[in-house]
C-alpha cells in the first residue's frame, strides 16, 4: 500500500511533469486573449484593429529557451552537488518567480524575464525529475512509473486549454492573468512535496552516506529501514556504483567516441526531429492560427487538440514511427492542397480542423510516445546523464527555433504564409520518415545489454527488427534466457532477456 508520504512525493515528480506540459499550453490562449493584445499589441494603420507583432509573439515565445538550456546544464553539471530534492526547491523557486512577474503584467522586457525564469525551472525539471523517478522506484515499479511519467506531460497541455477556454470571455486582464497564475498552484504542490521527498538513495551511496541513503529507501519504499529488501536494494546500487568508479569520472566528450556517438546522434537528432514535425506550432500558436484562419471556436480547438494528445499518447509500446509519419505527412499535404484549391470556404476551414485532429493523434500515438522514449533509452548507463543533458539541449534549441521563427512565416503582416505552412510541416515530415528509416532502429523489448550489443554490432537501423529475431529465447525452468547470438562470445550467449535472475 502507498503511504501518504509516498504519494506527495510521487504527486512531486508527476506535478513537475505537469508544469512542462502547462508551459507548452498556456501562452497558446494568453496571446489570443484581446485585453492582451491590447497591452502588449501594436494598431493597424489601416483599420486600427489592435495584433500582436511577430517580433513581440516571437520572443514571448522562443525566448523561454535561453532559460531552459541553463536550466538543463545547471542540471548536468550541479545537480549532484545540491541533490535532487535541492533541485525541486531551487525548481520551484525559479518558476514561482517566473509566473508571479508573467501575471502581474509589466512591460515586455519583465514579461519576458518571466519566461526565463520559468525555463530555468523547466531545464532543472526536465533533467531531475525523471532522474529522481528512476533512481527511487525499485526494479518492478520502475517501468509503470517511467510510462505514466508522459500522462502529465501532456494532461498540462489539456488543463492550460482548458483554462484559456474557460477564462477567454472574462472581462480585462482576468482573460489571461488566471491561466498564468494557476502555474502557482502546480509550483506549491511540487514544493511541498520536496518537502516530504528524501534525498535519492543512489546520490546518498554515491557521497558515501549509507545510513541516510538506508533512510531513504526505506520511506520510497515504505518498509522498515532494517528489512531484508532494503539491505538487498542498497547492495544492488552500491554494485551499479561501484562498476561505474571503476571505469572513473565520466567525461562530456566521451559521448562523441565510438558506440556512444551512434547513441548520442539518435537522440539529439529524435530531438529536433520530433519538432520538426511541426507539433510545437500546432500547441504554441494553434489558438493564434485557428482565429487568423476563419476557425470558429479557436480556443474549444485547441482544447480538443490538447485532449487527443492527452489520449493517444503512450497507447501502444509498439508505435511505428514510419506509418505515424505516413498518417502526419498525408494530413497536412491534404490541408495545403484544400486550401489552395478552396481557400476561405466552410471545406478548407472543416479540413485543417478534422486533419489536424488526425495530425495529433498519429503524433501522440508515435512520435510523441517513440520520440521521448528514443531521447532517453538509447544511451549507456555511465554517460546518461551526459547524453540525455546534450539531447535535452537539441531539443529545447530546436522548439526556441520553430517558436521563433514562425511568426514571422505565418502571420499576414509578415510574410503572410498562412495555412500554406503545411506545406512545409509536409516537407519535414517527410524528411523525419527517411531519417526514421535510416537510423532509427527498433529498441523496443530489448533489455540493457542487448541494446548495448546492437550498437556494439553495428546493426543498420533497416535491419535492426531481423536482428531482434535472430536474438531468439529459450525456457529454463519457466525462466526465459537468450540463445547465443553469434558463436564463439560468451557474453552474447549470457545476454540476459529483461531482468532474469539466473
Known amino acids: 500500500m502507498v503511504s501518504l508520504r ?11 511533469a505537469t508544469l512542462i506540459g502547462y508551459d507548452s499550453g498556456y501562452l497558446n490562449g494568453v496571446l489570443g486573449s484581446p485585453d492582451f493584445i491590447r497591452r502588449y499589441g501594436v494598431t493597424d494603420r489601416e483599420d486600427g484593429t489592435m495584433y500582436l507583432a511577430p517580433r513581440t509573439k516571437s520572443l514571448f515565445t522562443s525566448l523561454l529557451v535561453i532559460g531552459t538550456l541553463i536550466g538543463s546544464m545547471l542540471a548536468m553539471f550541479k545537480s549532484d552537488r545540491i541533490g535532487r530534492k535541492g533541485s525541486f526547491f531551487l525548481a520551484a523557486i525559479l518558476y514561482a518567480i517566473g509566473a508571479s512577474l508573467q501575471t502581474a503584467a509589466p512591460p515586455p522586457g519583465v514579461f519576458i524575464l518571466g519566461r526565463i525564469f ?61 491561466t498564468i497564475a494557476f502555474q502557482l498552484i502546480l509550483v506549491l504542490a511540487v514544493f511541498l512535496g520536496a518537502l516530504f521527498a528524501p534525498e535519492s538513495p543512489v546520490l546518498l551511496l554515491q ?90 471556436n479557436a480556443y474549444l480547438v485547441s482544447l480538443i487538440l490538447a485532449l487527443v494528445n492527452a489520449i493517444f499518447t503512450g497507447r501502444s509500446v509498439d508505435a511505428c514511427l514510419l506509418w505515424g509519419g505516413g498518417i502526419m505527412g498525408i494530413t497536412q499535404i491534404v490541408v495545403a492542397v484544400i486550401h489552395t484549391v478552396s481557400p476561405d470556404t466552410a471545406a478548407d476551414h472543416n479540413s485543417l480542423i478534422v486533419c489536424t485532429v488526425v495530425f495529433i493523434a498519429a503524433y501522440a500515438a508515435t512520435w510523441g510516445t517513440v520520440g521521448w522514449v528514443t531521447m532517453t533509452e538509447p544511451y549507456s548507463t555511465r554517460l546518461r546523464i551526459h547524453q540525455t543533458t546534450i539531447t535535452m539541449v537539441v531539443y529545447w534549441l530546436s522548439t526556441w527555433a520553430v517558436g521563433f521563427v514562425t511568426p514571422y512565416i505565418v502571420d499576414a503582416t509578415a510574410a503572410d504564409l498562412g495555412v500554406y505552412i503545411s506545406y512545409v510541416w509536409f516537407g519535414m515530415v517527410v524528411l523525419s520518415l527517411a531519417w526514421a528509416y535510416v537510423f532509427v532502429p527498433e529498441l523496443s523489448g530489448l533489455s540493457t545489454p542487448e541494446i548495448d550489443l546492437l550498437f556494439e554490432d553495428q546493426v543498420p537501423a533497416w535491419k535492426s527488427v531481423a536482428w531482434k529475431r535472430s536474438l531468439g529465447s529459450i525456457s529454463i525452468d519457466g525462466q526465459e534466457l537468450q540463445k547465443p547470438v553469434t558463436e564463439g562470445s560468451v557474453s552474447r550467449g549470457s545476454i540476459e532477456k529483461g531482468k532474469v535472475d539466473v
Open 6 to 16: 509516498q504519494a506527495a512525493i510521487y504527486g512531486m515528480v508527476f506535478t513537475s
Open 118 to 178: 520559468t525555463g530555468l525551472a523547466l531545464g532543472l525539471i526536465s533533467i531531475v525529475s525523471p532522474s529522481y523517478l528512476v533512481e527511487s522506484s525499485t526494479g518492478t515499479s520502475r517501468g509503470r512509473l517511467v510510462a505514466l511519467y508522459s500522462q502529465p506531460l501532456t494532461g498540462g497541455n489539456v488543463i492550460a486549454c482548458g483554462i484559456s477556454l474557460g477564462t477567454k470571455h472574462l472581462a480585462g486582464a482576468n482573460s489571461w492573468r488566471i
Open 207 to 296: 557521497r558515501t552516506n549509507p545510513s541516510a541513503a538506508r533512510h531513504s529507501l526505506s520511506i520510497l519504499r515504505n518498509l522498515p529501514a532494517s528489512s531484508a529488501a532494503i539491505d538487498q536494494a542498497l547492495q544492488e546500487i552500491q554494485t551499479s556504483i561501484s562498476e561505474r568508479d571503476s571505469l572513473g569520472h565520466p567525461h562530456l566528450a566521451e559521448i562523441f567516441h565510438g558506440t556512444d556517438l551512434r547513441r548520442t546522434l539518435l537522440g539529439t537528432a529524435m530531438g529536433f526531429m520530433t519538432i520538426a514535425t511541426g507539433i510545437t506550432f500546432w500547441f504554441g500558436y494553434g489558438t493564434t492560427f485557428f482565429k487568423a484562419a476563419g476557425v470558429q
